[in-house]
């Protein structure tokens, strides 16, 4: 089981940027793949971005695309996702995860951080 702490949430204006980071307790497998999802209240948790382990293949939400970089730092074993252009509907929990699949379904990714909150006013 992986440990997943993010960090780097919080409140800010639409149009706005924020960097959230995501630390594993443990280096990951070579074929893990790391993912960012959100959960807004009364939705449900619904993905926002992935990335391979080893870096690269990075994928994202339709909703997400051209505002949202997800990333790796190897050396440091972080993850994170730079977040740009920010929208009131981007407002949510947002969850680090780390998976054997690629794959956009949450059932995919076995660990799970607390999440961190972003709020974004209009």
């Known amino acids: 089981q992986v440990e997943l702490v993010e960090s780097g949430g919080g409140s800010v204006q639409a149009g706005n940027s924020l960097r959230l980071s995501c630390a594993p307790s443990?280096?990951?497998?070579?074929?893990?793949?790391y993912g960012w999802f959100r959960q807004a209240p009364g939705k449900e948790r619904e993905f926002v971005a992935l990335i391979r382990a080893r870096g690269g293949s990075e994928l994202y939400a339709d909703s997400v695309k051209g505002r949202f970089t997800i990333s790796r730092d190897n050396p440091k074993n972080l993850v994170f996702l730079q977040m740009n252009a920010l929208k009131p509907e981007d407002t949510a929990v947002y969850y680090c995860a780390v998976g054997s699949q690629y794959s956009t379904n949450r059932q995919a990714f076995d660990d799970w951080g607390q999440g961190t909150q972003v709020t974004v006013a209009s």
């Open positions: 443990r280096r990951p497998f070579s074929r893990s793949v």
